[in-house]
């Protein structure tokens, strides 16, 4: 987390550590070297299973953008220990978050796991290649128009507290047939049982 907390914590966010009572808790997390952090195993298995993520561009009038992304488990991939990379579906085509790219290559992703109240926050900076369909998802019945990659500056695992549980719809689904199997085993045995078999 030390870089992290170098490129997140600047002066004003400092300021507030103070004056709120958490500096002390952050401070050591500024010393580390002014290198990026590398993705370990804990954050390559995590990224492995997300099957989507938050994305954060800045415009070139300064305003904040958010997108999400989305595509098939493991579509967001670990191509070395300080970088990632994703097949850029077409979406939507406003091309807010590939314009933003264009004058500022900095970028934050969020990658949520609701179901385990999880959050990895990632800061890096981007590069786009246009008609690269080499991180393409076989199978994925998507339009690949480029691929993204981006260079790790540093990430952050986040508390569980106000992580909304949820859970997907498979998830809830393939629990539901489970239950569904199991009542209906027990009511063949109670309908057994009442005829006195």
Same mark, same amino acid.
């Given at each position: 987390? !030390?870089?992290?907390?170098?490129?997140?914590?600047?002066?004003?966010?400092? +300021?507030?550590?103070?004056?709120?009572? #958490? =500096?002390?808790?952050?401070?050591?997390?500024?010393?580390?070297?002014?290198?990026?952090?590398?993705?370990?195993?804990?954050?390559?298995?995590?990224?492995?299973?997300?099957?989507?993520?938050?994305?954060?561009?800045? !415009?070139? #009038?300064?305003?904040?953008?958010?997108? =999400?992304?989305?595509?098939?488990?493991?579509? %967001?991939?670990?191509?070395?220990?300080?970088?990632?990379?994703? +097949?850029?579906?077409?979406?939507?085509?406003?091309?807010?978050?590939?314009?933003? %790219?264009?004058?500022?290559?900095?970028? #934050? %992703?969020?990658?949520?796991?609701?179901?385990? $109240?999880?959050?990895?926050?990632?800061?890096?900076?981007?590069?786009?290649?246009?008609?690269?369909?080499?991180?393409?998802? +076989?199978?994925?019945? +998507?339009?690949?128009?480029?691929?993204? !990659?981006?260079?790790?500056?540093?990430?952050?695992?986040?508390?569980? $507290?106000?992580?909304? $549980?949820?859970?997907?719809?498979?998830?809830?689904? =393939?629990?539901?047939?489970?239950?569904?199997?199991?009542?209906? @085993?027990? @009511?063949? @045995?109670?309908?057994?049982?009442?005829?006195?078999?």
């Amino acid at each position: 987390m !030390s870089r992290f907390a170098q490129l997140a914590f600047t002066e004003g966010v400092q +300021a507030h550590q103070k004056a709120h009572g #958490s =500096h002390r808790a952050y401070r050591r997390a500024l010393e580390g070297p002014a290198e990026g952090d590398r993705l370990g195993p804990g954050e390559r298995a995590f990224i492995a299973e997300r099957d989507s993520f938050y994305i954060a561009t800045v !415009s070139e #009038s300064g305003w904040p953008y958010i997108q =999400h992304r989305g595509g098939p488990p493991g579509f %967001l991939r670990v191509l070395d220990d300080r970088t990632l990379g994703f +097949a850029d579906f077409r979406g939507n085509r406003q091309y807010i978050t590939r314009g933003n %790219l264009d004058h500022d290559d900095r970028v #934050s %992703l969020f990658l949520m796991d609701y179901a385990n $109240q999880v959050r990895l926050k990632v800061l890096g900076r981007a590069r786009v290649i246009e008609g690269d369909l080499s991180l393409a998802e +076989a199978g994925y019945p +998507a339009r690949v128009e480029r691929a993204v !990659s981006i260079r790790v500056e540093g990430f952050d695992w986040n508390c569980p $507290q106000h992580i909304p $549980q949820l859970f997907s719809r498979d998830a809830v689904g =393939h629990a539901l047939g489970h239950l569904r199997d199991r009542v209906a @085993e027990l @009511e063949r @045995e109670n309908a057994r049982l009442r005829a006195g078999e």
